[in-house]
């Protein structure tokens, strides 16, 4: 099993982004794919999830809409798209699969997901 996130850098306030997160070895189309992240001193905090049966979104309410999930079951990848980037998006950004839609929506932390990638690093300055 693995989850490759990958696109993350450092841009300046204003910037955008779009994440991704390349999965294998497991049944990506039944997945709910999460991300999340983790700033510097701060716990892990659910960022947005999409539902596998139908790509029902969710999304943290402190984005204020500047974030889209996406996905594409034939290449097995998520995306997380990031605009109007602010220094408080600094973080390290996971991607996580679990069958379960709920745990994905209501884990504010992720505990439970099945599965987790290793981060890509997202550095917004100001």
């Known amino acids: 099993v693995q989850l490759q996130a990958s696109g993350g850098g450092l841009l300046q306030t204003g910037g955008s982004l779009r994440l991704s997160c390349a999965a294998s070895?497991?049944?990506?189309?039944?997945?709910?794919i999460g991300w999340f992240r983790q700033a510097p001193g701060k716990e892990r905090e659910r960022v947005a999830c999409i539902r596998a049966s139908d790509n029902t979104t969710s999304y943290a309410d402190s984005l204020e809409g500047r974030f889209t999930i996406s996905r594409d079951n034939f290449k097995s990848t998520a995306y997380l798209q990031m605009n109007s980037l602010k220094p408080e998006d600094t973080a390290v950004y996971y991607c996580?699969?679990?069958?379960?839609?709920?745990?994905?929506?209501?884990?504010?932390?992720?505990?439970?997901?099945?599965?987790w990638g290793q981060g890509t690093q997202v550095t917004v300055s100001s």
């Open positions: 070895g497991f049944n990506f189309r039944e997945s709910s």
């Open positions: 996580a699969a679990d069958t379960l839609w709920r745990l994905c929506r209501t884990s504010t932390k992720g505990h439970g997901m099945d599965y």
